[in-house]
């Protein structure tokens, strides 16, 4: 029964794939019918049309978008509803940037030091809705969603009031030390031209890591036993409140990490002082539903959203304007949604068969 279930779930997402792009050709032809055909092949293809720096292109922009789809994919798994990406994104993004700028005295370690403080952020900005939601029962939505804007304007406060970290032509962040920069790790060879260093190698590690936790080990069991039932998990011996807050500073983590994988990769990314949250946090909720939660599967539904965007870019040499990428994505992840509900109800269904039958 769990393989069936699986293999639905794959199919739910590579459906709702298949549709999200048949909406993207209807508004290109809305939009301009002469161009439709040769824009929604660009879509497809535009990423490839550019060889190896293309690619390398895809694998800069889904390096950020895995890590928030995995936090809140994690959190999914023991649960939780972690809507607090955006927030534990840009309070990641802002530890990596102040020891980026600020801690030039570590030489080699420094870029290390820099994710340390980045992941470390972004659990302490998981911490707050795990405590509330442990110990007050607050719902852990609204509690994110509180956290999320709080971060974006003590950052943007911050950063503003603190001149050794702001540029005040630019009304926005200084450069990171060249040290605090993540190395190519060989990746500028493979992909000459293209922005990608070795932050998509560290975040299919935590991919990795992230999988083996929650299948492999007592531990994650303990996490997702808690999310599937949350009173069995106490009669059982398990200690329900910590595993809560745990699993929110883990997703907060992995989110923090995401913003110093961007803000670290050299590609002159600053933390502008605008009031937008981070649009790589809500994102990730789109990565993890096509995902499944499952972190291999978010690790490719990444890359594909990543590969749509950076075909979208193209869409400009046809006169279209790039936002339909993100028309697509959307209808993908309403279709995802519908298609995980569909699936739920199907197994409560073969559920009860099960249990008349017995």
């Known amino acids: 029964m769990k393989k069936t279930r ?130 007050f029962n ?50 500028d060879k493979i992909f000459p031209g293209s922005s990608v260093n070795g932050g998509i190698l560290i975040a299919i590690l935590v ?25 069995a998990s106490k009669y059982a011996g398990i200690n329900e409140k910590k595993s809560i807050i745990l699993s929110m500073m883990i997703a907060g983590a992995i989110a923090g990490l995401a913003g110093g994988l961007l803000y670290l990769a050299g590609t002159g990314k600053h933390i502008e002082v605008k009031d937008v949250l981070a649009s790589e946090g809500f994102t990730g909720i789109s990565v993890a539903l096509l995902g499944l939660s499952n972190p291999i599967g978010i690790l490719f539904s990444g890359i594909f959203i990543a590969y749509l965007t950076a075909g979208g870019f193209y869409l400009q040499l046809f006169e279209f304007s790039t936002e339909i990428i993100d028309i697509i994505v959307a209808v993908i992840i309403y279709f995802s949604a519908f298609a995980l509900m569909v699936k739920t109800f199907i197994a409560k269904v073969q559920k009860q068969k099960g249990g008349n039958k017995s």
């Open 6 to 135: 699986d293999y639905t779930g794959i199919l739910s997402s590579v459906f709702a794939i298949v549709l999200g792009l048949i909406v993207g050709l209807i508004i290109l032809f809305l939009s301009n019918s002469r161009q439709a055909i040769p824009g929604f092949i660009t879509i497809l293809t535009g990423a490839f049309t550019h060889g190896a720096k293309g690619v390398g292109q895809v694998f800069y922009y889904a390096t950020p978008i895995i890590l928030t789809g995995l936090s809140v994919g994690f959190a999914f798994k023991t649960g939780l509803f972690n809507i607090g990406t955006p927030g534990q994104f840009i309070m990641g993004g802002f530890g990596a940037v102040y020891v980026g700028i600020l801690w030039t005295s570590l030489g080699p370690a420094h870029w290390v030091t820099a994710l340390v403080a980045s992941a470390v952020m972004g659990a302490m900005w998981g911490l707050v809705p795990g405590i509330l939601k442990a110990f």
């Open 207 to 231: 991919v990795l890591v992230i999988w083996v936790l929650l299948n492999k080990t007592t531990f994650g069991y303990e996490l997702r036993a808690v999310g599937f039932n949350r009173d």
């Open 138 to 187: 607050v719902n852990e939505v609204i509690a994110s969603i509180m956290m999320n804007y709080i971060g974006m304007y003590l950052v943007n406060w911050v950063v503003k009031s603190y001149k050794p970290l702001f540029n005040n032509l630019r009304n926005e962040s200084r450069n990171v030390a060249a040290t605090a920069n993540i190395p190519k790790m060989g990746l």
